[in-house]
C-alpha cells in the first residue's frame, strides 16, 4: 500500500468511526431541523434534481471571472423555472429550490426582497395589473432602496416622487449624484421593474418623507433602459463576495409614473393631490422587517456549513502527537480546536430553531397588519433587529474562526468556508447597519426602563422581560452558587447581565459610547435569545427520544455559556480564587462530552456534498483526494510551461544570469 493509499484509507475510516460513536437519531433530528420529515422531503426531493443537473454543475466556479459568474446564474435562474414546469412544483417548493442556489443571486433579491414588499403593500390596483406577472416571473424586479450617500438612514433619502395633479402621475427624480440609487441587488443588469424608495412631494412641496414607488425601468421588448433611467452594474465586491450578483445603480431624470404606482396599501394620494396617512406612522416597515427575519434561517445555515466542513476536516486530519496507535492524533482532540468548533455548531441549532419561530412570528404579524392591526409591529421590530444584529455579528466570527481551525488548507477556496464569509460578510451591514439597529434596540430598552417602576409589572413586551431582575422583589435573586448544568440559572444571569447593562447605560444617557450600545444590545438579544431557548427545550421532547432531547439540549445550552463576569454577576469569589473558574471547567466539560455526537450533529443538518461544495467537508472524509483532483481542474494546470514566460519570466532570468556571469562566476 501506497502512503498515498495510506492516508486515504485512514481519513475514511476516521470518518467511520467518528460516526459509529454518534449515540443520537441523525435522521431523526435532522426531520426536527428542517421542520418536520415533509419539510426534509420536500429538500431532499429538489436536492437530488439540482445536483444532477449539468447547468447546477459547480466544478468551474472557482476559476470563473465575474461575468462568467453572473452569466451563469441567470442560466441556473432560467433552468430552475424550466425544472418548476417540468416536476409541476409549487411555489413553496421553487422558493425552496431558490435557497437551495449557494451563492447570492439576482433571483434571490427578487424573491427576499421585491416579491415580499410588493405582495404585503402594494395595494389593489398593482396587484391586480402585476401580480400574476411577479409570481410567473414575467418581470424581474429589484427593491431601490440605499443611495449613494444614504444608506440606513431611511429619512433622510434624496430621490423625489413629486405629484401632478394635473396629469395624475408623480414625477421620479434624483436631483443630485448623492441620490443615485446604490446598491441595488439585481437592478445592475437584470431587473425590468423596481420598487423605488422616494421622498413623496405633495403639491405646494410639501414633504411627506419616503413613500414606496413602482416603476418599470428596462423595455420588455429588447431590455434597454427606458427614457430617463440610467442604470448599471456598481463593480466587483470585496473578497470577491456577491459575484453572481448584479448589484447597481439609477438615476432617474424626471420619470413619470402613473398616480397608482404608489403603493397604496397603507396610505395613499388622492386624485387632488390629498395625503391618506397609514393607520401608524411605521406600518411600511413590514416588508423590511420579512427580511431581517428571514436573515435568521439564513445566517444559520451559513454557521452550519462552516461547522460541518470544520468539523469533518479536523476529524480525519491528522497532525502533532502521537495516540495510543503510534497515528499522529486527529486535530479535532484537542481542546484549542474542539473549544472552538462546538459553540459555532450549538449557535446553528440555536438559530435554525429561531429563525422557524422567527418566520411564523412574521407571518402573524403581516396577517394583522393586512386587517390594520399595529399591535405586533413595535416588538417584531425590536425583535427582528436584535436578532439580525445577532447572528449578523456571530455568524461573521464564526464561519472565520471555523475557517482558521483548518490551518492553511481553509484559506484554499476549494475549502469553500472562505466562499460562506465573503458573500455572508455584508450583512452587518445590510438591512440596516448593525451599529444602527444597536440604537433601536437601546431606545426601545430605554423607554422600557424608565416606566419600569411606574408600570404594572407584567406590562414589560418580551424583548425587555430581562429588566424584571431590576425590580426590588428581584434584587437578592443573586444565587450564592451558580448551577451551571442548570439552564435556567445560566437563563437568570444572561438576563441580569443585560438588566445591570441596561440600568449603567441609562445611568450615562449622555454617553456618545457607541461600542457600549453595541455591547449592550448583544447582552438584549442574548437574554433574549437565552429565555426563547430554554422555552426551545421544552418543546423538543414531542420529535426527538430523552437522549436526544439530553444532547441536542446541551449543545444549546454550551451555546448560552457565555461571558457573564460583568457587573458583579458571578458570586463573589474568595480572596485569591477565580470566580469564573466554574465557568470555565463546565465549558471545558461540556465541550468533551459534546464531542463524540459532533459528527452526528453536523450530519444532522443533511448536507450533501454538492450542496457544502467543499474538498474539505466531504461526506467519505477523503478531503486530500479532494483537494488533489481539484487543483487538476486549475486553468493555470493546463500547460506546464506559464502564458508569459517567453515575455517576462525568460527575460528575467536571463538578466539575472547576465549579471552573475559578468562577475566571473559560473552557473
Given at each position: 500500500m501506497t502512503s498515498e493509499d495510506h492516508h486515504q484509507m485512514q481519513t475514511e475510516l476516521?470518518?467511520?468511526?467518528?460516526?459509529?460513536?454518534?449515540?443520537?437519531?441523525?435522521?431523526?433530528?435532522?426531520?426536527?431541523?428542517?421542520?418536520?420529515?415533509?419539510?426534509?422531503?420536500?429538500?431532499?426531493?429538489?436536492?437530488?434534481?439540482?445536483?444532477?443537473?449539468?447547468?447546477?454543475?459547480?466544478?468551474?466556479?472557482?476559476?470563473?471571472?465575474?461575468?462568467?459568474?453572473?452569466?451563469?446564474?441567470?442560466?441556473?435562474?432560467?433552468?430552475?423555472?424550466?425544472?418548476?414546469?417540468?416536476?409541476?412544483?409549487?411555489?413553496?417548493?421553487?422558493?425552496?429550490?431558490?435557497?437551495?442556489?449557494?451563492?447570492?443571486?439576482?433571483?434571490?433579491?427578487?424573491?427576499?426582497?421585491?416579491?415580499?414588499?410588493?405582495?404585503?403593500?402594494?395595494?389593489?390596483?398593482?396587484?391586480?395589473?402585476?401580480?400574476?406577472?411577479?409570481?410567473?416571473?414575467?418581470?424581474?424586479?429589484?427593491?431601490?432602496?440605499?443611495?449613494?450617500?444614504?444608506?440606513?438612514?431611511?429619512?433622510?433619502?434624496?430621490?423625489?416622487?413629486t405629484y401632478i395633479p394635473e396629469s395624475r402621475e408623480f414625477e421620479i427624480h434624483s436631483p443630485t449624484l448623492t441620490s443615485t440609487k446604490w446598491w441595488i441587488g439585481a437592478l445592475g443588469k437584470t431587473a425590468t421593474h423596481g420598487i423605488v424608495q422616494a421622498k413623496l412631494i405633495l403639491p405646494g412641496g410639501q414633504d411627506m418623507g419616503p413613500h414606496m414607488f413602482f416603476v418599470q425601468l428596462?423595455?420588455?421588448?429588447?431590455?434597454?433602459?427606458?427614457?430617463?433611467?440610467?442604470?448599471?452594474?456598481?463593480?466587483?465586491?470585496?473578497?470577491?463576495?456577491?459575484?453572481?450578483?448584479?448589484?447597481?445603480?439609477?438615476?432617474?431624470?424626471?420619470?413619470?409614473?402613473?398616480?397608482?404606482?404608489?403603493?397604496?396599501?397603507?396610505?395613499?394620494?388622492?386624485?387632488?393631490?390629498?395625503?391618506?396617512?397609514?393607520p401608524h406612522a411605521k406600518i411600511g416597515y413590514g416588508g423590511m422587517l420579512y427580511i431581517r427575519a428571514s436573515l435568521v434561517t439564513k445566517g444559520a445555515w451559513v454557521i452550519a456549513k462552516a461547522a460541518t466542513v470544520a468539523i469533518r476536516y479536523c476529524t480525519v486530519r491528522r497532525q502533532g502527537d502521537r495516540d495510543a496507535d503510534g497515528n499522529e492524533k486527529q486535530v479535532i482532540s484537542y481542546p484549542a480546536v474542539h473549544y472552538r468548533l462546538l459553540p459555532i455548531l450549538g449557535h446553528a441549532y440555536v438559530f435554525l430553531l429561531l429563525g422557524r419561530d422567527m418566520m411564523e412570528r412574521v407571518a402573524a404579524m403581516n396577517a394583522r397588519l393586512a386587517n390594520g392591526d399595529i399591535s405586533l409591529l413595535s416588538e417584531m421590530h425590536i425583535a427582528s433587529s436584535a436578532f439580525k444584529i445577532l447572528v449578523s455579528?456571530?455568524?461573521?466570527?464564526?464561519?472565520?474562526?471555523?475557517?482558521?481551525?483548518?490551518?492553511?488548507?481553509?484559506?484554499?477556496?476549494?475549502?469553500?468556508?472562505?466562499?460562506?464569509?465573503?458573500?455572508?460578510?455584508?450583512?452587518?451591514?445590510?438591512?440596516?447597519?448593525?451599529?444602527?439597529?444597536?440604537l433601536q434596540v437601546v431606545r426601545a430598552a430605554l423607554k422600557a426602563y424608565k416606566s419600569l417602576h411606574s408600570s404594572p409589572r407584567g406590562s414589560l413586551s418580551e424583548s425587555a422581560a430581562y429588566l424584571r431582575h431590576l425590580l426590588p422583589e428581584y434584587a437578592d435573586a443573586r444565587a450564592a452558587e451558580t448551577n451551571w448544568r442548570d439552564y435556567k440559572s445560566l437563563v437568570i444571569l444572561l438576563e441580569r447581565r443585560a438588566a445591570v447593562m441596561m440600568r449603567n447605560r441609562a445611568d450615562n444617557e449622555g454617553d456618545t459610547d457607541l461600542s457600549m450600545d453595541h455591547r449592550v444590545s448583544m447582552a438584549a438579544a442574548e437574554a433574549c435569545l437565552g429565555a426563547w431557548i430554554g422555552k426551545r427545550i421544552s418543546n423538543l421532547s414531542a420529535a426527538l427520544s430523552e437522549p436526544e432531547v439530553a444532547i441536542v439540549a446541551t449543545l444549546l445550552r454550551l451555546s448560552g455559556l457565555a461571558d457573564v463576569l460583568s457587573f458583579g454577576l458571578l458570586p463573589y469569589p474568595a480572596p485569591n480564587r477565580d470566580a469564573a473558574r466554574g465557568l470555565r471547567a463546565e465549558i471545558k466539560y461540556t465541550c468533551s462530552e459534546l464531542l463524540p455526537e459532533a459528527i452526528g450533529l453536523s450530519d444532522a443538518f443533511g448536507f450533501t456534498d454538492w450542496e457544502l461544495d467543499s474538498a474539505l467537508g466531504v461526506h467519505d472524509g477523503n478531503v486530500y483526494g479532494q483537494l488533489w483532483a481539484r487543483v487538476q481542474k486549475e486553468p493555470l494546470n493546463a500547460t506546464d510551461v506559464v502564458e508569459g514566460y517567453a515575455e517576462y519570466i525568460k527575460p528575467l532570468l536571463e538578466r539575472g544570469q547576465r549579471i552573475v556571469a559578468s562577475q566571473g562566476a559560473k552557473l
Open positions: 476516521d470518518m467511520v468511526a467518528a460516526r459509529g460513536r454518534t449515540s443520537i437519531d441523525v435522521h431523526r433530528v435532522r426531520d426536527v431541523l428542517h421542520g418536520g420529515k415533509e419539510g426534509w422531503s420536500m429538500h431532499a426531493k429538489l436536492v437530488e434534481v439540482l445536483s444532477r443537473d449539468p447547468v447546477f454543475d459547480k466544478s468551474q466556479r472557482p476559476f470563473m471571472s465575474r461575468t462568467d459568474r453572473l452569466k451563469r446564474a441567470l442560466r441556473m435562474t432560467t433552468r430552475l423555472y424550466e425544472l418548476q414546469d417540468i416536476h409541476s412544483w409549487s411555489e413553496s417548493e421553487t422558493a425552496q429550490a431558490v435557497t437551495l442556489m449557494d451563492e447570492d443571486m439576482p433571483v434571490h433579491l427578487g424573491y427576499a426582497a421585491f416579491e415580499a414588499v410588493f405582495n404585503a403593500q402594494s395595494g389593489p390596483y398593482l396587484q391586480d395589473r402585476y401580480g400574476s406577472l411577479v409570481t410567473s416571473r414575467g418581470i424581474q424586479g429589484c427593491y431601490l432602496q440605499t443611495e449613494l450617500g444614504h444608506g440606513t438612514a431611511v429619512t433622510r433619502l434624496e430621490t423625489t416622487a428596462r423595455s420588455l421588448k429588447d431590455h434597454t433602459p427606458l427614457p430617463g433611467i440610467m442604470v448599471g452594474d456598481i463593480g466587483p465586491k470585496a473578497m470577491g463576495g456577491y459575484a453572481a450578483v448584479d448589484n447597481g445603480y439609477a438615476r432617474f431624470s424626471h420619470v413619470r409614473v402613473p398616480r397608482e404606482h404608489m403603493f397604496s396599501g397603507f396610505s395613499q394620494v388622492t386624485d387632488d393631490g390629498k395625503y391618506v396617512k397609514p455579528t456571530m455568524g461573521v466570527q464564526d464561519v472565520e474562526t471555523a475557517r482558521r481551525v483548518m490551518g492553511g488548507h481553509g484559506f484554499s477556496a476549494f475549502a469553500g468556508v472562505g466562499r460562506y464569509y465573503a458573500d455572508w460578510l455584508p450583512s452587518v451591514t445590510y438591512e440596516g447597519d448593525n451599529y444602527v439597529l444597536d
